[in-house]
């Protein structure tokens, strides 16, 4: 009874889908074929407009320059191989399936197969062509009737001009997919990976040879292939980093940029994304919309939260920050963080009383810098010590960058930061954070503030903690509390009771 009930609440969505596509495109009776002539020829020599017109339905928001680029590199590219791995709300599978019917209508392409993990999804991402080539009457109107008798079945169907489209599972037998003496031209893959797939590293192998050694073989070497994944990387192994690694390109496209902008402001405000990214664990936000996903970590299993001593009682504190200037790592595809850290030293023990971490531009850091400094006087210390990260690499964002955005907050605020530059020459994150730390945490001498447990913040660091592998993308908050404690555990001229740091001569970097 309740898969009745299911198949009806279906069946009635599915009508009203098709009703709005016909709804939503009417055309002008009264024009003459001159006038329906120009205005075709208009269309298709402008992509955006001809999307823009025949789909009103989908193309609800203008456009970012990263969907213009990649409509264009399919179709300026008939052979072209290219893994999309855009963040959830950033219209992957809408975007190709408008550029998938410029190339059929147009007859650049002609033999569609459209792939995903399982058969019953291929056909539910399938129906959507269908629909739009039953009742879109502009498409109708202009490139004639789509419908055939006798081959228009959910899962594979042929217009009356002889453009086929199939839906295939993976794993499933490609063959027969050659219509008349068309091969395959067009393959999309779609969703092609799952969360349960992933866990096993040998179902994504044999995934991904079933890709490479039964499904584009299907093709004719000597006619032009265009093979489209849409996919994020939900996995740190899975189908699309595998397939990214053969692709003419794997872009990689995430909800915020490397200033932590909305990528898609047309569509997606700034005040849209922070409600949706509120609701969901870091993790979740991560994995779904920056395509970095975290899975426990190699080095810390736990995390120590507990209560801290007064800042003042402290033998030694200092704030220490990471502009994180390098924004995409060795290991490519998510952007860094910033971070400022406060904390503090009392016996053996070491204290992280605050943080701010997030995917920012400059002068937010520069706004943070100031706020650990309100964090200390706040709670009754002198502001001795304010180190930044600043290596050789990172020496002309400071010149450049940073340096102008400080001077220019301190004559607004009419205050000096004591800011100390970390000019150590470090070795690899990783190993230092595991060097460093992790004796630290596992004898519970490192402890983070329980009063700022409920701060989205100190989360997202912990959150960075639990991920620390030799692999990890996110490493900068980790990273930032590493280059403070080892300061507050190798320099002895911080302490509460010397200030021998000479900080109006090195405050300038």
Known sequence: MANQKTDRLYNKKWDEFRENIDRDTPVDLSETPLQKKKRLKHLERNLEAWKKYYFPTFYTSEPAPFHIKASQRLIDNPEWYEVRSWSRELGKSTSVMMDVLYLTMTGKKKNVLMVSNSYDNAERLLLPFKAILEKNNRLINDYGEQESIGNWEAGEFVTKKGISFRALGAG????????????????????????????????????VNWIEEALIPTRSISNPLSIIVCGNIIAKFCCITELGKKADLHEIINIRDDQGRSTWPQKNTEEMIDRVLDSIS??????EYFNNPIIEGDVFKSITWGKVPKLSLCDAWLAYADPSTSNKDKSGGTASHKCVVVLGKKGLKYYVYTCWLDQTNSSRFVDWLFDACEYQIDNEVDVEYLYIENNSLQDPHYEQVLTPLIEAEEEEQNRNLPITPDTRNKSDKFFRIEGTLEPLNRKGKLIFNEDEKSNPLMKKLESQFLGVSANSKTLDGPDAVEGGVWILKNDTTISQSTYAFQQTESRRY
């Open 172 to 207: 499933q037998s490609p063959r027969g997919t050659k219509k008349d003496a068309v091969r395959p031209d067009l393959i999309l893959i779609d969703d092609i990976d799952t969360d349960k797939d992933c866990r096993n590293k040998d179902i994504i192998k044999n995934k």
């Open 282 to 287: 870091y993790n979740a936000q991560q994995k």
